[in-house]
């Protein structure tokens, strides 16, 4: 293991539609910078061809604004940490052959990271006033494409107990806004119109599920229909009740995500509690999340917002502490679409 010594990381995050870099001096963020697409929006969702196509247009700007920033000469770089999934082939594709060429160039290690684990593990990044889980503790990831439990006993030593059967919560975030006719993305609209509404305005059913697992394509349905229904009797329904519509929405998603880590928590034992995940910006599950510390007699770590959405300074503290225990990739490493947090 490696210790005592500085190390600078470059990192690189193209899983979907973000072109990130990010160096850290072994465990610090020095610079983390974030090239969004926009070009999505006016077709409701990320088309991945065009991803692909703006993460080879963004991704060498980006590194250079990176280093830059951190003020570090690419010379002085110690390894280059990369996402190589889960996420989109086309985008994972781009930054994996940068970050591969880039190692290779400068004859330093490579090093692969699993998406998943870098939003756990972004509770790592060293952070003035900030504070770090203890092992063992439990950790929410919510995001667009995953919403699990993940009980998380060492930095590399993690099991999921409990996933969704079907869709993520961000996705039912996205799908309800835009049966609501919110433009994408539209789960951060849900949570803006929800902070002026009443929650309790309109009572959705929770879906049943086994143990840990979620379900959230009932929901969405119910959601649907629900709609459909009001609006028949009056065309103006979700423009006079879009706020109480947004609140009502976002209190049972929240609910359905606090029964179960409730849940994990009466079996586990374990009231060490760190979420993480595009979807942990919203503002009612932070809420909700620090007042469960002084109901519930929780210990809750809630990220910054920059480490939320898909960034690289998480796959940088991925790559230090993999850096540490000389955890390298070869050359023939290939991107993975699929890419379980947890390998069998």
Known sequence: MVTDQT?????????CDDTSAAVLCNNRTLSNVVASQKI?????????????????????PVVHQAL??????????????????????????????????????????????NHMQAHILAHFIEEENSSQPSFPFLALTISGGHTQIVLVKDFFDMEIL????DDA??????KSAKILGLPYPGGPLIDKHAQLGNPKAFPFPKPKVDELNFSFSGLKTSILYFIQKEVKKNPNFIEQNLNDV??????????????????????TGIKEIAIGGGVSANSGIRKT????????????????????TDN??????????????NDFANQDINAQARYKIVEN
């Not at 999505?40 to 060498?60: D, F, K, M, T, W």
């Not at 409990?162 to 059967?165: A, P, R």
């Open 246 to 267: 947004c609140a009502s929405i976002q209190y049972t998603i929240i609910n359905i995500l606090m029964d179960k880590l409730k849940l994990a928590v009466k079996q």
């Open 162 to 165: 409990g996933e969704t059967l």
């Open 7 to 15: 190390i600078y990381i470059l990192a690189i995050e193209s899983s």
């Open 68 to 113: 830059t920033k951190a003020n570090i000469d690419k010379k002085q770089l110690s390894a280059i940490a990369f996402t190589r999934g889960p996420g989109l082939m086309g985008s994972l594709l781009v930054g994996t052959s940068f970050a591969k060429s880039l190692a290779l160039g400068l004859k330093i290690p490579l090093i692969e990271v």
């Open 312 to 325: 690289a300074a998480m796959i940088g503290i991925v790559g230090y502490l993999k850096y540490k225990n």
């Open 169 to 174: 919560v961000g996705e039912a975030f996205d």
């Open 289 to 308: 999340l620090l007042e469960a510390e002084k109901k519930l007699s929780w210990k809750t770590y809630v990220p910054k917002f920059e480490y939320c």
């Open 40 to 60: 999505h929006e006016e077709y409701g969702g990320v088309v991945p061809e065009l991803a692909s196509r703006a993460h080879q247009q963004n991704i060498v």
